[in-house]
Nanobody, 125 residues
Framework: VLLVESGGGLVQAGDSLRLSCTDSGRTFSKNAMAWFRQPPGKEREFVAAISWSGGSTNYADSVEGRFTISRDNGKSTVYLQMNSLKPEDTAVYSC???????????????????WGQGAQVTVSS
């Protein structure tokens, strides 16, 4: 089981980034997936989630309308498109996978069992 995030970096406010999370074991094509983030000095927080089929998504209020989560099960990859980035979006972003199959777009970190190592996103003002 290995989730690997990529696509993080340093950008300016208003820029866009796309994070990718690849499941190297090709295990989670039937599992709900999510993105969480941990800002500096703060607790981990929910960002976005997508159901196993991709038919249902949920977003945190702070990113609604700016971020889009999607998945390509053929590539075993989940994406987080981040537009109109703000300095307060600065955080380590981690993807997560539900242990059970056919799950919905859960928003609690306790619904996810497997986690990637995280990708740093820094937004300068």
């Amino acid at each position: 089981v290995l989730l690997v995030e990529s696509g993080g970096g340093l950008v300016q406010a208003g820029d866009s980034l796309r994070l990718s999370c690849t499941d190297s074991g090709r295990t989670f094509s039937k599992n709900a997936m999510a993105w969480f983030r941990q800002p500096p000095g703060k607790e981990r927080e929910f960002v976005a989630a997508i159901s196993w089929s991709g038919g249902s998504t949920n977003y945190a209020d702070s990113v609604e309308g700016r971020f889009t989560i999607s998945r390509d099960n053929g590539k075993s990859t989940v994406y987080l498109q981040m537009n109109s980035l703000k300095p307060e979006d600065t955080a380590v972003y981690s993807c997560a996978a539900d242990r059970a199959q056919f799950g919905s777009a859960w928003t609690s970190q306790y619904d996810y069992t497997y986690w990637g190592q995280g990708a740093q996103v820094t937004v300068s003002s």
